[in-house]
């Protein structure tokens, strides 16, 4: 007997970290699944759907331009309701903490679908940092029966909130995709080019920019540290991928487009994000998923935040909470760029969000799971 799994994803860090699971469950007996995209993002995660050869089944194309956080819940509560009208699946499956996540989470209990929840159990304490995140994921987790924890901190945070359903440690599944591209550059060196970079001719410091509370004056002292460390280093070069968003994109291109050694880039596809965490020396980032994934290849992150979600690569020394103020920024990167010994501690550090098997847990559990329904002893 198979049971129907209904994954959901709006964004290209939902479809980098869901697609190792969508493709475990292509190839448990058990499972059929399908695959449903909100449109949220639209170009970004077409490109990761084909990299790891995915097709959706549904999309709901919300994606419009400048669209506010309410429209974007309401048009994907909305969308994603009839959705599971139609398809009917035994489980519906999220991750992360985005609003397609939280919409999708509301969807599926109003339709009294059990719910299952990849990535659960971050915490920054912080209701309103990183926002709407912090917030979502909160939300999400009273409304899943199944959370798998990429960390003990994660099972932790969530068994302090008393939440129901059953509580698992996996891993994180972006491990399972970074080891994925990785390999495949491994066997195909040049498969993942950057137009106009040459990896051998600057010390690269790997960038990207975009989350809401960095907005403003936040973004335009980050974006002067950046000068002043590209002054001090004039070997370093600075990779910023640019986010679509012109309230992100607008100012950095006026503040740093006319550096020789900025260059600035549409955003990269996941591989070529991969290749340029293999090659750059620095990540420099207010991402969560380039916290976990950067470690695994040996690359020191500096958080460019001042709350984290990710406490884990903090406390094993793999990245540094710098904040956005511009000295503090500069002196950090002065720290690692200019002493190799602070480099290696930092670069040497193992990494503490998972081996590449996080998927297949993830998959076995659900299994068990429905198993465990149809003899009614899940609780």
Wanted: hydrophobic residues 45%.
């Amino acid at each position: 007997m198979t049971s129907h799994v209904c994954v959901v994803l709006g964004t290209r860090p939902e479809a980098i970290k869901l697609a190792p699971v969508v493709a475990e469950l292509g190839r448990h007996p058990h499972f059929r699944s399908s695959l449903v995209l909100t449109g949220q993002h639209r170009q970004m995660v077409a490109q990761v759907l084909d990299l790891f050869e995915l097709r959706p089944d549904r999309d709901l194309e919300i994606m419009q331009p400048k669209q506010s956080l309410s429209e974007i819940t309401c048009r994907s509560l909305a969308g994603l309701g009839e959705v599971f009208r139609e398809l009917q699946p035994d489980l519906v499956l999220v991750q992360g903490d985005t609003t397609t996540a939280f919409a999708a989470s509301l969807a599926a209990f109003y339709q009294q679908i059990p719910l299952g929840h990849v990535e659960a159990g971050l915490r920054t304490n912080d209701l309103f940092s990183p926002f709407p995140e912090e917030a979502n994921r909160r939300l999400i987790s009273q409304l899943a029966q199944l959370h798998f924890a990429p960390t003990p901190s994660a099972v932790n945070n969530l068994e302090l909130a008393h939440v129901t359903g059953k509580v698992y440690m996996t891993g994180n599944t972006v491990i399972d995709a970074l080891l994925y591209v990785a390999e495949q550059i491994k066997r195909s060196p040049d498969l993942f080019t950057i137009e106009g970079i040459d990896w051998s001719k600057y010390r690269w410091i790997l960038a990207t920019l975009h989350r809401r509370e960095n907005w403003g004056l936040p973004l335009q002292q980050i974006a002067q540290a950046w000068l002043e460390i590209l002054a001090e280093f004039p070997e370093a070069a600075l990779l910023l991928p640019l986010h679509l968003n012109p309230v992100v994109r607008e100012p950095l291109q006026q503040i740093l487009a006319a550096h020789p050694r900025v260059f600035l880039v549409e955003p990269l596809s996941y591989g070529q994000l991969v290749a340029g965490l293999q090659h750059c020396e620095l990540v420099m980032t207010d991402s969560g998923g380039l916290q976990e994934e950067a470690p695994s290849l040996g690359k020191p992150v500096l958080v460019l935040r001042d709350t984290t979600e990710r406490p884990e690569a903090i406390a094993a020394g793999t990245a540094r909470l710098v904040g956005t103020e511009t000295a503090a920024i500069v002196g950090a990167a002065r720290e690692l760029l200019g002493d190799r010994a602070s480099y290696d501690r930092m670069a040497h550090c193992i990494n503490p969000f998972g081996d590449g098997r996080a998927a297949v847990r993830i998959c076995a559990l659900i299994h068990q799971y429905f198993l465990d329904q149809r003899s009614g002893s899940f609780y």
